[in-house]
């Protein structure tokens, strides 16, 4: 950007600023959302989705069982026996199987299936 343009902005915010355009914005006074957490590698999705109020349905299949995965461990601890547990990971992994099997939309998939055995162990482990 040459000095020109920089004078140019300079001069439009000055502008702005004196017809009260920055007052009372959302968020002013407040931290940045999210400021001290480290981004995921999808944060710029992330922030969209949550801005625009994009539900997970919207997302590409690819994101959405990154997000499944993710809170994977919450979703298990609200189950009750090691069957449901067992049931609701088995489920997941058909959903990956087919992601990993077939093209689907979205970014690659960075993750394979997960193991039965290991995650209800960690149920319980939790549970303990």
Do not use: Y
């Amino acid at each position: 950007m040459s000095d020109r343009q920089a004078r140019g902005v300079d001069r439009q915010i000055q502008e702005a600023e004196g017809r009260g355009e920055f007052k009372n914005l959302p968020g002013a006074g407040k931290p940045l959302p999210g400021i001290g957490q480290p981004l995921r590698e999808d944060w710029w999705l992330h922030q969209q989705a949550t801005r625009e109020n994009i539900g997970l349905d919207a997302l590409p299949p690819a994101l959405k069982l990154a997000r499944e995965i993710e809170a994977l461990p919450a979703t298990l601890d609200a189950l009750g026996d090691d069957a449901a547990v067992r049931a609701a990971v088995e489920a997941l992994n058909v959903r990956i199987r087919k992601a990993l099997i077939g093209p689907i939309e979205g970014p690659p998939l960075r993750f394979g299936l997960r193991d039965v055995d290991a995650e209800v162990r960690a149920w319980r482990e939790r549970r303990s």
